[in-house]
């Protein structure tokens, strides 16, 4: 049992990790005054968007242990 909540963990932290990414990704894409005075625009959404491609890689391997 100790092992599959540690599983379950391990999900629920990628999933979390997946649905940050995401939000942060939407807000400066949909919202204007979000990057209104923001100068590196590109080089964070460069950044979150490869922290939302591991997440989501490293929930697709969890999900498969």
């Known amino acids: 049992k100790t092992m599959a909540t ?3 963990a391990l999900i629920k932290s ?5 649905e940050e990414a995401k939000a942060v990704l939407k807000l400066y894409l949909n ?3 979000a ?3 923001h ?3 590109l080089k964070d ?3 979150w968007t490869a922290k939302l491609s591991e997440a989501e890689e490293n929930l697709k391997t ?3 242990l």
Do not use: C, G, M
């Open 35 to 37: 990057v209104a005075d």
């Open 6 to 8: 540690f599983h379950e």
């Open 62 to 64: 969890a999900k498969s």
């Open 14 to 18: 990628y999933e979390a990790e997946v």
């Open 39 to 41: 100068t590196e625009i």
């Open 45 to 47: 959404l460069r950044e």
């Open 31 to 33: 919202n204007v005054t």
